[in-house]
């Protein structure tokens, strides 16, 4: 290849660049565009700023380490997860950012909470289950028919009143039963119970 074909001249900076200094772009004669890839970014960032929009600045990052955009640290391949649809093959934030967005993006899903609201219910039950008033409040409890929100109970109380299928008369019956009232249904007919009033 003679010499003139290795270089290819910026129409922005005017400097001879050799050709690998120039995106591909198949409508033009020479297969390459007409400004080099640092003009091109510098054009679009201008282009970005004219409209009012923030353009992110590259920061440089070492080999094996990708930076997340949300927590703009830089992190170890380790710490994300893959995507291969992506052009450098890793997701998009790394996995601790990741699971934040999920977690806000479940509960404004499931509850219509925020995670601001979330914290004020926390808050407002002084960060304890409303039933044992014991263990941590760590999971929301809705009415399944409805969809309301009716407070943040333990993994227990909460699996207790899923057991129960939330039947407030059922779980009354387990409380006498607890509190030692053992009552027993009298068989009235086959299959036909009477329970004790």
Not at 43 to 71: S, T
Request: aromatic share 8%; hydrophobic share 25%.
């Amino acid at each position: 290849m003679s010499e003139e074909r290795k270089a290819k001249r910026c129409s922005r900076c005017k400097q001879d660049l050799r050709r690998t200094a120039f995106a591909s772009n198949k409508s033009t004669p020479d297969g390459l565009q007409a400004y080099c890839r640092e003009c091109s970014a510098e054009y679009y960032r201008q282009r970005q700023e004219a409209k009012g929009k923030r353009v992110r600045e590259k920061v440089p990052v070492p080999p094996g380490h990708k930076r997340c955009p949300q927590c703009e640290e830089a992190k170890s391949h380790s710490e994300w997860e893959r995507n291969k649809s992506s052009s450098d093959g890793w997701a998009s934030c790394c996995r601790e950012c990741r699971a934040e967005r999920n977690r806000v993006s479940y509960f404004k899903r499931k509850y219509g909470l925020t995670p601001t609201e979330l914290d004020t219910l926390v808050a407002e039950q002084q960060g304890v289950c409303c039933i044992c008033l014991a263990a941590p409040a760590a999971h929301v409890d809705h009415d399944h028919g409805t969809g309301r929100v009716r407070g943040v109970l333990c993994f227990s109380c909460n699996a207790a009143l899923g057991q129960f299928k939330d039947r407030a008369d059922a779980i009354r019956r387990g409380a006498a039963y607890l509190e030692g009232n053992v009552w027993k249904p009298t068989l009235v007919a086959p299959g036909v119970y009477q329970l004790p009033s």
